[in-house]
């Protein structure tokens, strides 16, 4: 059976605690993958080379990225002991996550567009100033002296299972010189594995990597032990990550349902290949299917409404602050 390492500093490294992921339609066993516990995990992060990618320009790490669009896209890539094409990484995908085949790919290409364009997607991060600043520190922008230096040591992300284009957000980290530590999603280990061997292909140092399967736990220990990180997850998981500014949320989401005289009828869909409705034209699709229909009328006046209109009439007590500072307690009741 195929086995997916866990990537220590970019290195394979094989768990006795393993996981089976399975055929989503079948129950088939498709891969086992090693687990990393979270004392593994704190300790690879804390000795973590942080500057390893300061040895190279930002312009550098855009060529080698560029290089890493062409590899991720049509290059053979190594998983555990075997090789992975681009179709065999599509199949991969979609049988553990029950995606098609054509949302695979669609949402593959989206990755290669963000490596490929990375150039000008830090150009929009940094509003054009001369990239060579990033390299120096500091350097004159059209008359104006700017600093920079790199808040977050290490850069974190805790990656979903029903999205492979969520991958695109934390790539520019990479191309920033930021080392990176990523847990897959528990189906879909096969994305973030892939980008980060099309990375080590181009050029990019192994040790800018850390790739680690895990169980709850061990996220958690991703989102404490580095500085900067994104959390994928439904509210349950993002609710105790709600306050800290270190952690950017996303999630949960929420899906629209329309149903019918008929239960479960289907009003129509109009999608993009990302999988997300075109606004105007989910709704123009249903205001045609359901535009004839009138709600009933109601009442002009609630009974809730008509006592609460009857009642203004009467003297109603109001409590005013006798000042403004927070430390006033002491209220003053007035009639009105």
Not at 43 to 52: A, L, P
Not at 106 to 114: C, G, V, W
Not at 199 to 217: D, I, L, Q
Request: aromatic share 8%; net charge positive; hydrophobic share 35%.
């Amino acid at each position: 059976m195929l086995h997916i390492p866990i990537l220590r500093h970019g290195k394979p490294y094989e768990s006795i605690d393993k996981v089976e992921i399975v055929h989503h339609a079948t129950g088939e066993p498709v891969a086992s993958v090693s687990q990393a516990n979270a004392g593994l995990i704190a300790r690879d992060i804390s000795r973590m080379n942080y500057g390893v990618l300061d040895q190279f320009k930002v312009k550098e790490l855009i060529a080698m990225s560029r290089k890493a669009a062409d590899l991720f896209l049509n290059g053979t890539l190594p998983v555990g002991d075997e090789k992975q094409s681009f179709d065999d990484y599509i199949r991969q995908l979609s049988s553990t996550t029950g995606m098609p085949h054509t949302y695979c790919r669609s949402n593959a290409k989206k990755i290669h567009r963000t490596l490929d364009e990375i150039e000008t997607i830090i150009a929009g991060l940094t509003r054009g100033f001369d990239l060579s600043i990033l390299d120096r520190g500091f350097g004159d922008d059209d008359g104006r002296m700017l600093s920079w230096y790199r808040e977050a040591k290490t850069f974190g992300a805790i990656l979903p299972s029903n999205s492979p284009g969520v991958h695109s957000l934390w790539i520019p980290a990479v191309a920033l010189k930021t080392p990176i530590v990523l847990k897959p999603g528990r189906e879909e280990p096969w994305s973030p594995l892939r980008i980060i061997q099309a990375f080590m292909a181009a050029g990019f140092p192994a040790e800018a990597f850390g790739f680690y399967p895990t169980s709850h736990g061990g996220s958690g220990t991703i989102l404490s032990a580095v500085d900067r990180a994104m959390l994928f997850g439904d509210a349950s998981t993002t609710k105790a990550w709600a306050h800290d500014p270190r952690i950017e949320l996303h999630g949960p989401g929420y899906s629209k349902v329309i149903l019918g005289e008929r239960c479960g009828e289907r009003v129509g869909k109009v999608r993009r290949p990302d999988g997300r409705e075109h606004r105007r034209e989910w709704r123009a699709k249903l205001h045609q299917r359901v535009g004839g229909l009138h709600p009933e009328k109601t009442p002009t006046k609630s009974p809730r409404r008509s006592r609460r209109n009857s009642q203004q009439s009467r003297p109603c007590r109001r409590m005013i602050p006798t000042r403004k500072s927070p430390r006033s307690r002491i209220p003053r009741w007035q009639t009105g």
